[in-house]
């Protein structure tokens, strides 16, 4: 199985930071990379595919890069509203692995 | 809209059955890629199963011979059929649409359920 290594695992930041998270794959996912939003009670939110592709709707703050292993998710202007969890998420190879989760907090 | 929504969770003994739900609107859920995802505590979030619209499925080697998934297209809906519980199967279970990629294999979910729980305990 593909282990996605997700880091850190919490980060604090204030309202209006940039931030970044990162996902490394144990072997090469080509671009099949994904990000997601978790909050409790809710259905997760869908931000990126394909690495670097913003989901239709997603705030253009909102933005993902890489290839082969290492992944990036940036949020640049926090708002109140993205402090949450965020997933990597594998889809190159069965079964299917997701990051640890990083919970994004306010300082 | 596009929407999943799932039913069919409670608290189960080991070894016994059920049958989760997730009934879709706004798209046609034999014409696509739908998944099931859990999320429990220990475990974090793991991937379960898949069914792709000719009917290929693949599952987690951790439920595979136990859950069958399946769907109905009169209902518009996807079912987690889980026999033999083991209370690790114990989670928040989760279904998801997943786009098609470029090269027509499944790609990333795009329309997720809020989930219904499954608690397996004696």
């Known amino acids: 199985d593909i282990q996605m ?5 919490t980060l604090s930041a204030s309202v ?20 997601f939003q978790l909050k409790p009670g809710k259905a997760p939110k869908s931000l990126i595919y394909d690495a670097s592709t913003l989901q239709s709707g997603v705030p253009s703050r909102f933005s993902g890069s890489g290839s082969g292993t ?23 190879n069965y079964p299917y692995t997701f990051g640890q989760g990083t919970k994004l907090e306010i300082k | 809209e596009e929407q999943l929504v ?27 890629y739908m998944n099931w995802v859990r999320q429990s505590p ?11 619209s000719d009917e290929t499925t693949y599952y987690a080697a951790s439920v595979k011979g136990r859950f069958t998934i399946s769907r109905d297209a009169s209902k518009n809906t996807l079912y987690l059929q889980m026999n033999s519980l083991k209370t690790e199967d114990t989670a928040v279970y989760l279904c998801a649409r997943a786009r098609r990629r470029r090269d027509d294999y499944p ?5 997720w359920g ?8 004696s």
């Not at chain 1, 290594?5 to 695992?9: C, H």
């Not at chain 2, 069919?8 to 997730?22: F, K």
């Not at chain 2, 220990?42 to 792709?52: C, D, R, T």
């Open chain 1, 16 to 35: 209006g930071d940039r931030v970044t998270i990162t996902c490394r794959a144990s072997r090469g996912i080509v671009n099949y990379l994904a990000w």
């Open chain 1, 70 to 92: 290492h992944f990036t998710l940036t949020i640049t202007s926090l708002q109140p509203e993205d402090f949450t969890t965020y997933y990597c998420q594998q889809y190159n």
């Open chain 2, 42 to 52: 220990g475990k974090g979030l793991e991937w379960v199963s898949i069914l792709y």
């Open chain 2, 6 to 32: 799932e039913t069919g969770g409670g608290l189960i003994q080991p070894g016994e059955s059920l049958r989760l739900s997730c009934a879709a609107s706004g798209f046609t859920v034999s014409s696509n």
């Open chain 2, 114 to 121: 809020q989930g219904t729980m499954v608690t397996v305990s």
């Open chain 2, 107 to 111: 790609g990333a979910f795009d329309i």
């Open chain 1, 5 to 9: 290594t997700q880091s850190p695992s």
